[in-house]
């Protein structure tokens, strides 16, 4: 079965600062992987996905995230934080011919100092 | 605009009612999928759908109905058997057998709360 940990319910950063929020994942299959961000009251949007081929992803607002097969982790970052980054943010997991099912972390909460 | 809509935006549900969400997606995509967000727990997948008139339950289907009599339309019953409703519920949707585009898109969630 997959399972996905996010480590740390709430990050604080300053703004400026580097933004690092760990996820480490388990999967019996090669795995598609995500990152999700959610406003309060809001959907989710995509962030960056990794499928295949290049480990290091990038995604929008100047996300990355490095896959590591190694480590089982999908750590995600941004080298200077933005007020506008606060909100939740989602690891998932995804199996191969599952039919895209996701299973999710539990969340981070980033929060951006001034 | 392509997307996936979800009404109503906020439901309230009296003790011993039945409730349906809807979800609408217009992006042709073959697959949708229920999930519940409860704070500090993620979201969990209650049903989820491949093909039109056949659908899965997910970890956490009881007390919960749907059904998938159109390719775009993939509503949600909560019924009375489900005995803590109060919760944001999100539906999404994705393409399947293509390797680069296996993510999901969600809707904008339907917060439902017992009163």
């Known amino acids: 079965a997959q399972s996905v940990t996010q480590l740390g319910s709430h990050v604080s950063v300053s703004e400026g600062a580097l933004v690092l929020l760990r996820c480490n994942y388990s999967?019996?299959?090669?795995?598609?992987l995500f990152w999700y961000v959610q406003y309060p009251n809001q959907g989710l949007q995509l962030l960056l996905k990794y499928t295949t081929g290049a480990t290091l992803v990038k995604g929008i607002n100047g996300f990355e995230a490095e896959f590591k097969k190694s480590e089982t982790s999908f750590h995600l970052t941004k080298p200077s934080a933005h007020m506008s980054d606060a909100a939740e943010y989602f690891c998932?997991?995804?199996?191969?011919?599952?039919?895209?099912?996701?299973?999710f972390g539990a969340g981070t909460i980033l929060r951006v100092k001034s | 605009d392509g997307g996936i809509t979800q009404s109503p935006k906020y439901l309230f549900r009296k003790e011993g009612q039945n409730v349906t969400l809807s979800c609408e997606q217009n992006?042709?995509?073959?697959?949708m999928y229920w999930y519940r967000q409860d704070p500090g727990q993620g979201l969990r997948l209650i049903y989820y759908s491949q093909i039109v008139n056949d659908f899965q339950k997910g970890d956490i289907a009881e007390g919960y109905s749907v059904s998938r009599e159109k390719k775009e339309s993939f509503p949600l019953t909560v019924t009375s058997a489900q005995k803590n409703p109060t919760a944001f519920y999100l539906c999404a949707s994705s393409i399947l057998g293509q390797p680069r585009t296996p993510e999901a898109f969600f809707g904008q969630g339907t917060r439902l709360t017992v009163v």
């Open positions: 992006l042709n995509h073959d697959a």
């Open positions: 999967s019996s299959v090669p795995p598609y």
């Open positions: 998932a997991v995804s199996e191969r011919g599952y039919g895209n099912k996701l299973v």
